[in-house]
C-alpha cells in the first residue's frame, strides 16, 4: 500500500471531481489517499506518489497547480508521478493537445505519464468567454469527461504502487 497525494487546481469543479475519481478508484486498490487543492499543499515528505492535475486555460495550466510543481519540484522527482490536465470541451471534435509548458515540466519532472481529459463547459460562467463558449456549445459537448477512460488510466497506477511502499522501488 501506498500513500498517493492527489492535487488538483480547479476553477470551477470539474477538474476536482476528475482529481476525486482518480482519488477513489487509488482507495479502491488499497492505497492511502490525500485529494487536496494544489495551494493547500504545504509539502511531500509523507507520500510515496503523487497525481497532480490543473485545468487548462488558454493552454496553459491553473497557477496553483504550476507553482506546486515548481516548489515541489525536488521532492518530484523522488517518487513516482502523474499529470492530468481538463480542458478541451464545448465542441464535437476537442482537440486534446497537452500544454506545452507541462510537456516540458512531466519530463523535467520524469513524470510516468501526463494525460488531458476532456472538460466541462462552466456550469455558471463567469465572464464574457465562458458565457459565449456555453452558448455555443450543444448540451451533449458540455461536458467531454469520459469517467470510464479517468477510472481506467487511474486504475493503470495501481500495480506499480503496490510493489512497496517505498518510493525507490518504483523508480
Not at 479502491?28 to 485545468?55: K, M
Not at 481529459?117 to 469527461?145: M, Q, T, W
Request: proline share 6%; net charge positive; glycine share 8%.
Amino acid at each position: 500500500m501506498s500513500n498517493v497525494l492527489v492535487a488538483y487546481a480547479s476553477k470551477h469543479g470539474a477538474t476536482e471531481e476528475i482529481a476525486e475519481a482518480i482519488a477513489d478508484e487509488l482507495r479502491r486498490a488499497g492505497h492511502s489517499v490525500d485529494c487536496v487543492s494544489a495551494e493547500r499543499v504545504t509539502g511531500l515528505a509523507s507520500y510515496d506518489a503523487a497525481v497532480i492535475g490543473s485545468a487548462v486555460y488558454m493552454a496553459r495550466w491553473r497557477p496553483e497547480a504550476r507553482r506546486l510543481l515548481k516548489r515541489a519540484a525536488k521532492e518530484l522527482t523522488g517518487r513516482p508521478l502523474w499529470l492530468f490536465s481538463s480542458g478541451p470541451c464545448g465542441q464535437a471534435e476537442p482537440s486534446y493537445a497537452s500544454p506545452p509548458g507541462i510537456e516540458k515540466r512531466a519530463r523535467r519532472l520524469g513524470a510516468r505519464e501526463h494525460v488531458v481529459f476532456g472538460g466541462r463547459v462552466p456550469l455558471e460562467p463567469a465572464n464574457f468567454v465562458e458565457r459565449s463558449i456555453a452558448k455555443k456549445s450543444a448540451p451533449e459537448h458540455r461536458d467531454l469527461r469520459d469517467w470510464d477512460r479517468i477510472r481506467g488510466w487511474a486504475a493503470s497506477m495501481a500495480p506499480e504502487l503496490s510493489g512497496s511502499g517505498d518510493p525507490a522501488a518504483t523508480r
